[in-house]
């Protein structure tokens, strides 16, 4: 049995409009995961970062859809990071999994600093 694994580690780049008149950068995000596969395969699994809100950002609105046979969310226990895992079993059409949210980011500029004329 063929078993392809597709793991995205690294962190999702996020496109993000800004709202102008706030200052606060915010928006709808939505990516669209489209595992490519090999003929024959037979599980396609993947292993993508999950959004979470935290003290510099708010995500609301979530939601995962896709034609995956299963799928869940964890943390993992060493790092806490959170991932959604979603996996096909013998596909019969292209694996697709869209992940929505809105998030809005807070300034993480520390305007506190001050110039101690210091080299």
């Given at each position: 049995m063929k078993l392809r694994i597709i793991s995205i580690a690294a962190v999702l780049s996020?496109?993000?409009?800004?709202n102008a008149s706030?200052?606060?950068p915010s928006g709808q995000l939505t990516f669209t995961l489209n595992p490519t596969t090999a003929d024959g395969v037979k599980?396609?699994?993947l292993w993508v970062p999950y959004p979470m809100s935290d003290g510099f950002q708010t995500v609301s609105n979530m939601s995962v859809s896709g034609n995956y046979e299963e799928s869940?969310?964890?943390r993992d226990p060493a790092?806490?990071?959170v991932y959604l895992y979603a996996a096909w079993h013998n596909p019969t059409e292209p694996p697709k999994c869209v992940m929505r949210f809105n998030l809005e980011q807070k300034d993480r500029r520390n305007t506190n600093i001050k110039d101690s004329g210091e080299n």
């Amino acid at each position: 049995m063929k078993l392809r694994i597709i793991s995205i580690a690294a962190v999702l780049s996020l496109l993000i409009t800004v709202n102008a008149s706030a200052g606060i950068p915010s928006g709808q995000l939505t990516f669209t995961l489209n595992p490519t596969t090999a003929d024959g395969v037979k599980s396609v699994i993947l292993w993508v970062p999950y959004p979470m809100s935290d003290g510099f950002q708010t995500v609301s609105n979530m939601s995962v859809s896709g034609n995956y046979e299963e799928s869940a969310i964890y943390r993992d226990p060493a790092s806490e990071a959170v991932y959604l895992y979603a996996a096909w079993h013998n596909p019969t059409e292209p694996p697709k999994c869209v992940m929505r949210f809105n998030l809005e980011q807070k300034d993480r500029r520390n305007t506190n600093i001050k110039d101690s004329g210091e080299n």
